[in-house]
């Protein structure tokens, strides 16, 4: 079983930053895959990035290339979403996920942490 919390979301205006945090505990997280996920009413559940375990493979979605980043912290058991040059289109409960195996990261997650609202304003 992996728990997993977020925090760091909140308001923003168009083209400001955010860090996203997600403290993992229940299991060994240095060998677990985590990803961060959004989603907005009415709409499914969207990938943003992922980071394997291991030598921290990165990958991203198109939207969040370039502008988001994806890091873990194996001595504190976080894994962090650091987001640049946010628009209005970013605004979206953000949940990060967690899993053991598999060949990729970007899908397929058996625990999920409870998510953390991120509003950008024009």
């Known amino acids: 079983q992996v728990q997993l919390v977020e925090s760091g979301g909140g308001l923003v205006q168009a083209g400001g930053s955010l860090r996203l945090s997600c403290a993992a505990s229940?299991?060994?997280?240095?060998?677990?895959?985590m990803a961060w996920f959004r989603q907005v009413p009415g709409k499914g559940r969207e990938f943003v990035a992922c980071?394997?375990?291991?030598?921290?493979?990165?990958n991203y979605s198109n939207s969040a290339k370039g502008r988001f980043t994806i890091s873990r912290d194996n001595a504190k058991n976080t894994v962090y979403l650091q987001m640049n040059s946010l628009k209005p289109e970013d605004t979206a409960v953000y949940s990060c996920?967690?899993?053991?195996?598999?060949?990729?990261?970007?899908?397929?997650?058996?625990?999920w942490g409870q998510g953390t609202q991120v509003t950008v304003s024009s």
């Open positions: 996920a967690a899993k053991v195996g598999g060949s990729s990261c970007v899908s397929d997650y058996d625990y």
């Open positions: 229940g299991r060994t997280f240095s060998r677990t895959d």
């Open positions: 980071i394997r375990w291991g030598p921290g493979i990165t």
